[in-house]
């Protein structure tokens, strides 16, 4: 078999650590007792941070690259005399997480160790790659907690992390961490390129189903025009079943309005209510859990019930967001509430609780921007629903596509 020179990268780009820790030691096949999750920070430490030796180190990172007792990996590896540590990189909300959707913390000086932070946030190309040079670094570690769906930019920010360390000439090390909605499966509809954006810039699936580490190899491998140099330090003690609390690894809110792995779970789904004038439950207690809009009643949480849908149940809700859509106000809706995480299918619920809020109140309305095709990937699923489409067909109409992705994915994983 005759491999190009792209095919190579792709083939070989990603190995992790050295002989020492072997990334094939990784998967875990479930005979004998489990060992303890190890992330992959934990067993780059543990290697005496060999990856980066003889390297200036920037680490692309936000509050939840933390390790087991949560002290952050950059005052770790700062005060580690083995790694020489020059910057910090901030996606969406910032390096230390203080801001809402939309917002990041700009170029500052980190006061907990003097480290000059730069923010990558809406830059890409040129423009990103200027900002690594500027912070003069030669490798560039990736360690942040994605939570599994297209539209979490974090992992489009490792995307554009990679095209851009390519153009500077940098190395780019991905440190694993789990898939928190499970590494199962890949669900519904994949992006179309002329939809392409901050919230999904390449054709996969809206819950992936992959670990950041596997999507890096991914994206090397299938979408950037040139590979960048890349390593990927993989977990040991991690199966594709998993769910966080299986992980023994706290949980740190990886943005304002995602407080638990609950959030996680819905997430992959109810996202797609940013996309229409019903809250998703911003500013209250149980983001992406509570969707509502004044004017809803009891139906739509009993015509939600009628579709006995797999391992979620649907309780009629009010209550009165502090911020964002509605603020203020006393609204209706549901609380979605999963009691069985393996038969549930997010993308199949959120479809649902969009046709089912379509027929339940006449005051729905999709985002003017049209929104809701970012989100999706395309304007199929919202012409379909306009249509008068049921959440079968709009579900079915994206199989094709969902199956192709599914067989270029399974090239990638790593993980049993």
């Not at 950059?74 to 020059?86: C, F, P």
């Amino acid at each position: 078999m005759n491999l190009s020179r792209r095919g190579l990268l792709a083939a070989t780009a990603g190995t992790a650590l050295t002989p020492a820790a072997p990334a094939a030691a990784t998967p875990y096949a479930g005979q004998g007792p489990r060992p303890r999750l190890r992330t992959g920070f934990e067993r780059l430490a543990a290697d005496g941070y060999r990856l980066l030796e003889g390297q200036r180190v920037g680490v692309v990172t936000n509050p939840t690259g933390v390790t087991r007792d949560v002290r952050h990996v950059v005052d770790v590896m700062h005060a580690d005399e083995r790694v020489d540590l020059v910057a910090v990189f901030g996606p969406e909300h910032g390096f230390r997480g203080t801001e809402q959707a939309g917002g990041s913390q700009g170029r500052y000086d980190d006061p907990a160790t003097g480290l000059p932070v730069f923010d990558t946030y809406r830059k890409s190309g040129e423009d990103l790659a200027a900002v690594f040079t500027a912070a003069r670094v030669d490798t560039l570690v990736f360690d942040i907690q994605d939570v599994g769906a297209r539209f979490y930019t974090y992992i489009w920010t490792l995307y554009d992390c990679m095209a851009a360390a390519r153009l500077a000439g940098k190395r780019l090390v991905v440190l694993d961490r789990p898939n928190p909605v499970s590494g199962r499966e890949a669900y519904g509809p994949v992006l179309r390129r002329e939809f392409a954006s901050f919230v999904g810039r390449e054709p996969i699936a809206q819950t992936h189903g992959m670990t950041v580490a596997e999507l890096a190899r991914l994206f090397n491998g299938e979408f950037l025009k040139r590979p960048v140099e890349l390593e990927t330090v993989l977990m040991t003690g991690w199966r594709r079943t998993d769910f966080p609390d299986a992980s023994g690894l706290p949980w740190v809110p990886p943005s304002p309005n995602m407080p638990t792995p609950d959030t996680a779970l819905a997430y992959g789904g109810t996202c797609l209510f940013e996309g229409t004038n019903l809250s998703e439950g911003r500013g209250t207690t149980r983001p992406f859990e509570l969707l509502g809009a004044e004017g809803i009643d009891r139906r739509w949480a009993a015509a939600l019930d009628r579709l006995d849908l797999p391992g979620v149940y649907f309780r009629e809700a009010y209550f009165a967001p502090t911020f964002d859509k509605f603020r203020g106000k006393t609204i209706g809706g549901v609380q979605l509430h999963v009691h069985d995480r393996e038969s549930y299918d997010p993308v199949r619920t959120g479809i649902a609780l969009l046709v089912t809020a379509r027929k339940a109140w006449s005051g729905f309305a999709w985002r003017p921007d049209h929104w809701i095709d970012k989100l999706t990937g395309s304007a199929r699923v919202r012409t379909m629903i306009d249509a008068g489409a049921g959440t079968d067909e709009v579900v079915g109409a994206w199989q094709d596509d969902l199956t192709r992705f599914r067989a270029v994915r399974r090239r990638y994983l790593r993980y049993s």
